[in-house]
């Protein structure tokens, strides 16, 4: 550990979404996965609407006059304050925006994306003021968009979770479940095969040129 202690295990289970690599590198291991920018941000409301923000989607076509890839979302008003926490499903292909270890990332908002969002809302949402904060966060994304659920061929005393893809939180108490199943070997409850860390397109360089998806849901 970073604070020097060492701890001995029997099973290890890894579960350090875009910093995998960095830890299985101590493992002689790679997986191929890309670290996607997403922006997203919080915007303050006329205190007199602030009831009236629901929970929202816009997954509008893709223009590429726009270059925002169309898909905004936003969440109702919480707490005291007068702001909503609205972002965008939109990470750009280029190399600045995905990448491939924690050390590369930037976690300094892109302000040609920030004013993406600050004119997406302009346009589409009455009584939104100003921008209060912006913030840049890893998704993990596989070329298939499926997550990683396994334990390693080589140390199978080592399981891990990865490849959330922008998609993974809503499934966590399940995932939980399938991953402690795997760790304890005991049968999966659900057929988690299409997880596996030796599938094909989770292998480290065999397809450098190859496009990966894009868009969560
Ligand atoms: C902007 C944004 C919006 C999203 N929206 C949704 C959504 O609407 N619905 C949805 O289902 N999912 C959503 N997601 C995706 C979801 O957040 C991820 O899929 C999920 O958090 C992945 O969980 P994880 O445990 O694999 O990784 P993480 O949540 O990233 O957790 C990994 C943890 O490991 C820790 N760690 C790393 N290295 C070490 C180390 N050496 N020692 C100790 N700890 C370490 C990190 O600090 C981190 O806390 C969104 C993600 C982003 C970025």
Redesign the pocket.
Known sequence: CSNGKLFKAKKLVL?????TND?LTHLDQQLDLEIWA?H?GHYRVDPKLRQEYPQWFCFRKEDERRWDGGLYYGFPAEGKDDMIKV?IDFCPEDPEFRMRRMADYTYTPNERIVSLIDEFMRENWEGVGERVDMYS????VTRDQYFVLDQLREQPEVSL??G?C??????TPLLGKLLAEKTLGLAPSYDVSPFSAERDCVQFDKHASYRYGSG?V
């Not at 966060?137 to 993990?140: A, F, I, R, V």
């Open positions: 579960a350090a979404g875009a910093w830890l997403m997203w972002g966060s890893p998704y993990t979770f990865t959330g922008g998609r993974a939180f809503k499934f969560a």
